[in-house]
T-cell receptor, first 111, second 113 residues
Framework: GQQVMQIPQYQHVQEGEDFTTYCNSS?????IQWYKQRPGGHPVFLIQ?????EVKKQKRLTFQFGEAKKNSSLHITATQTTDVGTYFC???????????FGTGTRLKVLA | ETGVTQTPRHLVMGMTNKKSLKCEQH?????MYWYKQSAKKPLELMFV???????ENNSVPSRFSPECPNSSHLFLHLHTLQPEDSALYLC????????????FGSGTRLTVV
């Protein structure tokens, strides 16, 4: 079945350093979403990417969808302590209701 | 508040008990979902309802029984659970299927003893 893997599983960074998490799907996706879950919280929708090669920015966050629509990345510039949490990608294939969530990357930011 | 409210926040139940989880959304969304989140596992889709009709049952054991009486409410009825069913159960809603972001509730932390 379809699988969505994320690397790394964990990342500790010093405040001010950059951070990137990568999402890889075993199948071609129609679109991909990114979510953030703070410790003890619930996933919160960040963004959706639809087009091949698409790049979107939200302040210090840059999201990219691969040309083949099988991978994606989230890059955070100059991390802050408020960026702490687990970042999930979730992808779906055409014509399905199912979003398959990735394994997540847990980010810890050291002040 | 996210617009999706789940109750109770915490639940401890014995393996022979029957309990229900409740989810309510006030966003005007027409699709609702149950997800299971266990430690060290990805979020697992359990059920999808679109316009009150179940459109997905992701091979979930029959001890979990969903109910969607209207587009604003979703229930998950639990009976004869196992300790490995202990997890965070998340409800979500979206404006449609496939191309809309989910709004998640705060979840119910379930412990089966």
């Amino acid at each position: 079945g379809q699988q969505v893997m994320q690397i790394p599983q964990y990342q500790h960074v010093q405040e001010g350093e950059d951070f990137t998490t990568y999402c890889n799907s075993s199948t071609t996706l129609s679109n991909i979403q990114w979510y953030k879950q703070r410790p003890g919280g619930h996933p919160v929708f960040l963004i959706q990417l639809v087009k091949s090669g698409e790049v979107k920015k939200q302040k210090r966050l840059t999201f990219q969808f691969g040309e083949a629509k099988k991978n994606s990345s989230l890059h955070i510039t100059a991390t802050q302590t408020t960026d702490v949490g687990t970042y999930f990608c979730a992808g779906t294939t055409s014509g399905t209701y199912k979003y398959i969530f990735g394994t997540g990357t847990r980010l810890k930011v050291l002040a | 508040e996210t617009g999706v409210t789940q109750t109770p926040r915490h639940l401890v139940m014995g393996m022979t008990n029957k309990k229900s989880l409740k989810c309510e959304q006030h966003l005007g969304h027409n699709a609702m979902y149950w997800y299971k989140q266990s430690a060290k596992k990805p979020l697992e889709l359990m059920f999808v309802y679109s316009l009150e009709e179940r459109v997905e049952n992701n091979s979930v054991p029959s001890r979990f029984s969903p109910e969607c009486p209207n587009s604003s409410h979703l229930f998950l009825h639990l009976h004869t659970l196992q300790p490995e069913d202990s997890a965070l159960y998340l409800c979500a809603s979206s404006a449609g299927q496939g191309t809309y972001g989910y709004t998640f509730g705060s979840g119910t932390r379930l412990t089966v003893v």
